[in-house]
């Protein structure tokens, strides 16, 4: 099989965990036969540097041609100084509008090789922890009115978060239909106690889950939402919540695993397209040292490889080749901050992490 894929290298360790990424696609095609396409595109602070602006026309032309797209990460110091309207970030944004990616998918999944990792006490996480947030990406604050105005206090900036049914309905079903292939649990979280367009949300999925009725649905605020992926993480199965609030809690969950740099995402539109980047930023601080860790990048192909390739068992290979390494005691420096017992691991590097990836193909 062949397959497009637009290539987003972005900043800061972008290109670097990319290319690592493109290192373990390239031994899956050769294992299993296929021929994977990469076109690479400009987006974020390099687009602003070449292009005069973070998302040029072209790039979403051929991100819309291809058959998925791999994004590394935007953004960085550099471009901390312009105007909002104008930083990286409103690369992804707009890559996420205009492609219709309106569903997050991010996985906080605990490998038994990790274990030792976790900052949590060994016995509330023992037996595992596998729990996925389910994010609404493309409405809420980060898209809603904003601007600034003149007060009786001075200048003023305000942010707006909206939500409609469609939105609402369309998300918690995403939520729903993973939960019944999972635990058949969803916890939705939103501030219905204070917020209008969280009761809203409230309301809304309450209706979705009477279509699920095997399905168990909880409702919890966002702020003992964080307290409890604090105090009994393995609770969670699907979490749903806002684009705002998703982004938060997803960062928080990622910290149970042992390392941002450890957790993929997938963003869906409707059908099987989707962009595919890891949770974590773009760390100019660690750009050009070979200290990044790849997997995340890398476990982000593979939920490529299943959820827009329909490509099971190459997924599955990518991820059992991650657990190789790790098993192994291999170590990037993220996890090896977090070892309980780092003379009995190896450090190495991005290049070494991604050749020994895809060794174990």
């Not at 990460?73 to 944004?93: C, I």
């Not at 009994?232 to 982004?247: A, L, Y």
């Not at 099971?312 to 005691?329: C, H």
Request: proline residues 4%; contains cysteine.
């Amino acid at each position: 099989m062949k397959y497009n894929i637009a290539v987003v290298p972005g900043d800061g360790i972008g290109p670097e965990v990319i290319g690592e990424t493109l290192k373990v696609l390239d031994r899956i095609g050769e294992k299993y036969g296929h021929e994977f396409n990469y076109t690479k595109v400009l987006a974020g602070g390099c687009a602003i540097d070449e292009k005069g602006e973070p998302l040029p026309e072209e790039t979403v032309k051929i991100c819309k041609e291809s058959d998925a797209v791999l994004l590394g990460a935007v953004g960085g110091w550099k471009w901390d100084t312009l105007p909002g309207d104008q930083r990286p970030e409103m690369a992804l944004l707009g890559l996420r509008k205009q492609l219709g990616l309106f569903a997050n998918l991010r996985p906080a999944l605990l490998f038994d090789e990790l274990a030792a990792a976790c900052p949590l006490k060994a016995e509330i996480v023992s037996g595992g922890l596998d729990l996925v947030v389910v994010r609404e990406l493309t409405g809420g604050i980060y898209f809603g009115e904003r601007g600034h105005k003149q007060t009786d206090m001075g200048e003023a900036a305000y942010d707006v978060e909206q939500y409609s049914v469609g939105e609402i309905t369309r998300i918690a079903e995403v939520a729903f239909d993973m939960a019944m292939k999972r635990n058949k649990k969803v916890t939705s979280v939103d501030k219905a106690n204070v917020l209008e367009s969280s009761r809203l949300w409230r309301k809304t999925v309450t209706e979705v889950a009477e279509k699920y009725p095997e399905v168990t649905l909880e409702h919890l605020y966002v702020d003992n939402a964080v307290m409890q992926i604090i105090r009994d993480p393995k609770q969670f199965d699907v979490i749903v919540t806002s684009n705002i609030f998703g982004d938060i809690l997803s960062d928080g969950a990622s910290q149970v695993t042992g390392s941002i740099g450890m957790l993929p995402s997938a963003s869906l539109a409707t059908g099987n397209f989707g962009m595919y980047e890891p949770v974590h930023g773009s760390a100019p601080d660690l750009a050009g040292t070979d200290k990044a860790n790849p997997m995340a990048t890398i476990l982000s192909a593979a939920m490529m490889l299943r959820y827009t390739f329909g490509l099971l068992e190459e997924a599955d290979a990518i991820e059992n080749a991650v657990k190789k390494v790790l098993a192994d005691k291999y170590r990037t420096p993220d996890i090896m901050l977090n070892e309980k017992d780092p003379a009995s691991c190896k450090e190495i590097g991005t290049k070494e992490a991604g050749d020994l990836i895809a060794a174990n193909i």
